[in-house]
């Protein structure tokens, strides 16, 4: 669940980056440390030098800005496809402010994202009950691929009500960063935020 720390005004939100293996998970936050490096709080991890154990899972604290006088920094989470079953990953999800699920445009893994997806509804109706509670953006990745499926099939394919989509080619950093601030935005407007201690001097 989001914190928010009323003394250092400040509101941490725990997302999850999630999909079928070789979409672009790891790429995403690499694209998003490189673009916002100069803002980051905490460098706790050189994600290129972290190959082996990125196979566990990838881990990128970073800072989106301001939300009603809150600094927000948010704590992206990356799972391998094979750990997105119910048992391991209840309390990640439970846990969890919002996800970016990422589906990989390319024909040939289109049959890994819709199962992937599958048990992305089985996980978020088991931990949250209704698919409304939880904010997910959809981003199409890998839109670059000379094969990749048509963006009207797969917007049909991989629906949610409530979700945005995003078309990103992660690699040359298209959609990265618009995919986070589209489920900031989400979580943060459906967000009760108390006012900032410092309001009166605002
Ligand atoms: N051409 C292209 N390659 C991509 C794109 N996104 C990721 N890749 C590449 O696809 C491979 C798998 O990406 P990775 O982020 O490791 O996938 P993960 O398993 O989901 O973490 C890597 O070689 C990436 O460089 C994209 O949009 N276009
Ligand atoms: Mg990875």
Redesign the pocket.
Same mark, same amino acid.
């Given at each position: 669940m989001a914190i928010i720390n009323e003394e250092t005004n400040e509101i941490h939100l725990k997302i999850l980056v999630i999909?079928? #293996? =070789?979409? =672009?998970?790891?790429?995403?936050? #690499?694209s998003l440390y490189k673009q916002t490096a100069g803002d980051l709080a905490t460098r706790l991890f050189d994600l290129h030098g972290m190959s082996a154990r @990125?196979s566990f899972f990838?881990f990128l604290p970073l800072t989106l800005g301001k939300h009603q006088n809150h600094d927000v920094r948010a704590h992206l989470y990356?799972l391998?496809?094979h750990t997105l079953l119910p048992t391991m990953n209840f309390s990640l999800l439970a846990g969890a402010d919002g996800a970016v699920f +990422?589906v990989? @445009?390319r024909l040939s893994r289109l049959p890994a994202s819709e199962e992937n997806f599958r048990r992305l509804r089985e996980l978020v109706r088991v931990a949250h009950k209704n698919m409304n509670d939880f904010p997910i953006v959809i981003q199409f990745?890998?839109? *670059? *691929?000379p094969q990749a499926v048509p963006m009207d099939a797969l917007r049909l394919a991989f629906h949610l009500e409530n979700s945005p989509t995003v078309e990103? $080619?992660? $690699? #040359?950093d +298209?959609g990265t960063v618009e995919s986070l601030d589209a489920l900031a935005d989400l979580i943060l407007n459906h967000m009760e935020v108390p006012a900032p201690v410092d309001a009166g001097l605002a």
């Open positions: 999909g079928a #293996q =070789g979409c =672009g998970k790891t790429t995403n936050l #690499q @990125s990838d990356t391998p496809h +990422i990989d @445009s990745n890998h839109r *670059d *691929d990103a $080619v992660a $690699v #040359q +298209i």
